[in-house]
């Protein structure tokens, strides 16, 4: 008896998601419906011209890519850019009036300039990565000649193991030792 009521709740909670999705499915195609905005192609005046939109349409799409118009013969371009947030930065700089730009434009640059020195000059900047890659590289070069060397030494211990010949050449360079059936020559240092 349980299991029927547990069932019967669990397919009402569903029939009712069923129905919000509904919903919201209706009430997307309903906006999606509404008339875009239609941009205006303006009449030409000299080399430039600005686009127009009708004045009763203020929604602007966030991420639609927008078509733009700068002058000369069928000179068009798309960008893809959130038009909302870029144009409304352009028209607050807008807003400051000519002296405030020109100020405004020339700190920007000077902050840009400041970023671009920091990366050059300052610590963990380019010019640090470029001395960290020759040091990189001269360990690398350090350790691939210890790694020779190594590896030398490893065929050297290997040949005195097993080679007896080796072995007793070895003890008599470096050790001096003599072997009973055989006789030293010494010379004397005048």
């Known amino acids: 008896m349980e299991t029927y009521q547990n069932s019967s709740i669990a397919s009402e909670r569903l ?29 030409m005046e000299g080399e430039s011209a600005v686009w127009s939109m009708p004045a009763n349409s203020m929604r602007i799409e966030p991420h639609a890519p927008r078509r733009t118009y700068r002058g000369g013969d069928d000179n068009y ?15 607050k700089v807008k807003q400051l009036g000519p002296q405030l730009q020109k100020k405004f434009i020339l700190f920007s640059w000077l902050v840009c300039a400041l970023l671009a020195l920091r990366l050059l000059f ?18 690398q070069k350090t350790l691939r000649e210890y790694q020779q060397a190594n590896l030398a030494l490893a065929q050297e211990v290997k040949r005195l193991k097993t080679d007896d010949r080796y072995q007793r050449k070895m003890v008599r360079e470096h050790l001096g030792h003599v072997a009973p059936d055989e006789f030293v020559v010494a010379f004397r240092k005048e």
């Open 77 to 91: 371009f798309t960008t893809s850019l959130p038009a909302k947030r870029f144009t409304m930065a352009v028209d």
């Open 15 to 43: 029939r009712k998601a069923i129905e919000r999705n509904r919903l919201k499915q209706a009430k997307k195609q309903r906006q999606q419906q509404a008339a875009p905005i239609e941009l205006t192609r303006p009449e």
């Open 122 to 139: 300052a610590d963990r900047g380019v010019l640090d990565y470029y001395r960290e890659l020759g040091h990189l590289e001269h360990q």
